[in-house]
């Protein structure tokens, strides 16, 4: 496999040879991972599996919580780790961050912005992304794609080694609030009608939807064909639900799922088409 980002999306190589080659991908994001309500476990254990799959991973920001910064107005106590209750806040959740993922380091193609990762850059000029990543380089050898907040994938595969086939993810990191009702849902509506793709991913809002919607499309020969789109909803592993004193709980949240996106690509040797099979890693 090969990754690579020649211009402005990244680009996703690897052989799918025969009927029965399937390729892997874990699709993640807002793990909070310095948050105390962050399900580490669960985590390790997604990780785990994708090593198991030999997959790769793409983190769509809110990789960290970094809400503890000096003169932050959403500091809490309550919502710091123990074993970094003390200064250099920064460096201190820097410094775990690079011992718990640098065994999985090869696994990461990319990492991306979430808004607690542009609130430092903002405030106090840190990068904690690039931080990471550079950290993890220096331990590991390792390189991982800094992709911005929202952006394009292009996965393309080579489907029984004769025939070319590619699948387009559109991601962002995503913005506002889910809703009580909608939960989400409006706004891939309205993010699949500004962009062109096989496949939408949305995190931040916490919930959790998968919906496939066909599409009707003309070869180039004229042949009428139906293709599906994903839209998908990602939640995370911040679980705040719990705790009766939460801020999630101050304004009414409601109980919100955890986890991520598992990705697999299986070639059709007929036709050629790359087919994309989303389920949920629980």
């Not at 793709?197 to 599409?215: K, L, T, W």
């Not at 994903?230 to 679980?239: A, E, F, R, V």
Request: glycine share 8%; proline share 5%.
């Amino acid at each position: 496999m090969n990754v690579s980002r020649p211009k402005d999306a990244l680009i996703v190589d690897f052989d799918l040879p025969n009927a029965t080659s399937e390729q892997w991908f874990l699709l993640r994001s807002d793990v909070h991972f310095d948050n105390p309500k962050s399900d580490r476990r669960m985590e390790k254990r997604h990780l785990e599996q994708a090593r198991e799959r030999n997959a790769r991973v793409f983190d769509f920001g809110d990789l960290f919580d970094a809400m503890q910064g000096p003169r932050d107005p959403r500091q809490s106590r309550s919502v710091i780790r123990s074993e970094r209750d003390a200064g250099e806040y920064f460096n201190l959740i820097m410094d775990e961050a690079v011992n718990f993922y640098e065994p999985y380091t090869d696994l990461f193609a990319s990492m991306s912005w979430g808004n607690h990762e542009t609130a430092p850059v903002r405030h106090f000029g840190i990068d904690l992304t690039a931080m990471l990543i550079a950290r993890l380089k220096d331990r590991t050898g390792h390189d991982i794609h800094h992709m911005p907040y929202s952006g394009f994938i292009r996965f393309r595969a080579s489907v029984n080694t004769t025939k070319r086939a590619s699948f387009v993810l559109r991601y962002t990191h995503g913005s506002g609030g889910g809703g009580p009702v909608t939960r989400g849902v409006i706004k891939h509506q309205r993010f699949s009608a500004d962009y062109d793709a096989d496949m939408y991913y949305i995190g931040h809002v916490h919930e959790r939807s998968m919906m496939d919607r066909p599409q009707q499309y003309v070869t180039r020969a004229g042949e009428i064909r139906n293709r599906t789109r994903w839209c998908c909803i990602s939640p995370g592993y911040k679980d705040a639900s719990k705790d009766g004193n939460s801020w999630e709980q101050s304004i009414g949240l409601s109980p919100k799922p955890l986890g991520a996106l598992w990705v697999c690509f299986k070639g059709c040797t007929e036709t050629g088409q790359l087919i994309a099979t989303p389920s949920w890693a629980d």
